[in-house]
């Protein structure tokens, strides 16, 4: 497995206060020596940490040797932030976004103005503003909103022609899911690179209702794998590391050699998986 060239990006959520921000900074510093291709930034729910993300992303790329990449959401925006937004960003050297429609609110605000429906609106946007490098989500197990795997296709395929050079999943743990679903892409002349969303699992709980709510298969044996360990973090820590190595091996057995880490702003087990893959740093 050591023979293969294994890349791999991280991602991030902003830091809500003094004490995240610090320990935050500890996290990415524990990982650049790890020479990711990217650090991606995320937004909270509904764009909530969008002025922490644009602050973040700044910072990483003036005081880092990281290439940032800055999660764009366009819910509940207009033309004018997200010109700005984009502005700010080419001006300051941010070159690569993740261009994803973001949450629909459960209510909407009548007196904000909405100029987006979708990610493919907030592409087309932003290409015919700056040559931006454009990442979009994919999603092996279908995304809630779609009717079929079909349509995730048929978007998937809209992205691209629109300028988007690859894509990342959604978290999944059915490796045959994520196979089969690049197999679907590529008959369907779909050929950017579709990099392997990978999450390790530290909270078996909280992991498995998001995963309902995305749509994401969660297998009963690696459920049963978390049971008791509910008080027990070391020893959760230690099976979430197992679970990813297998998974990443399965994953590089077919072929694939770049993976992108949610990192839920820990470096510890992406760091430990990222060595036991042969990603290792020098000195």
Not at 47 to 58: A, M
Not at 194 to 213: M, Y
Request: glycine fraction near 6%; proline fraction near 4%; hydrophobic fraction near 35%.
């Amino acid at each position: 497995m050591k023979t293969k060239k294994i890349s791999v990006s991280f991602e991030f959520f902003p830091p809500k206060n003094q004490v995240s921000i610090e320990s935050l900074w500890t996290n990415i510093k524990r990982l650049e020596p790890l020479k990711p291709k990217f650090i991606s930034v995320t937004y909270g729910a509904g764009g909530s940490t969008r002025e922490n993300t644009h602050s973040l992303v700044k910072e990483i790329k003036k005081k880092t040797s990281l290439e940032p990449a800055a999660h764009l959401t366009c819910m509940g925006t207009s033309y004018q932030e997200i010109e700005m937004i984009a502005e700010d960003y080419w001006n300051t050297g941010v070159r690569h976004l993740v261009a994803l429609r973001g949450d629909v609110p459960k209510e909407i605000d009548g007196n904000k103005q909405n100029d987006f429906k979708y990610a493919t609106d907030l592409i087309r946007f932003l290409k015919g503003k700056y040559d931006f490098e454009i990442t979009v989500s994919a999603y092996p197990e279908m995304h809630p909103d779609s009717d079929s795997l079909e349509q995730e296709y048929d978007v998937l395929k809209k992205k691209i022609d629109l300028g988007a050079t690859k894509a990342i999943t959604q978290f999944f743990f059915n490796v045959n899911a994520y196979f089969e679903f690049v197999d679907g892409a590529l008959k369907r002349g779909i050929n950017i690179p579709i990099i392997p969303g990978i999450l390790p699992v530290t909270n078996c709980k909280r992991t498995l209702q998001f995963a309902k709510k995305m749509n994401c298969e969660m297998p009963l044996d690696l459920i049963e794998m978390f049971k008791g360990l509910d008080s027990d973090q070391e020893t959760r820590k230690l099976v979430a590391v197992t679970i990813v190595y297998d998974q990443c091996r399965k994953l590089i057995d077919g072929g694939i050699e770049d993976f992108h880490f949610y990192t839920l702003n820990r470096a510890d087990l992406s760091f430990a998986i990222c060595h036991i893959l042969g990603i290792r740093t020098l000195g």
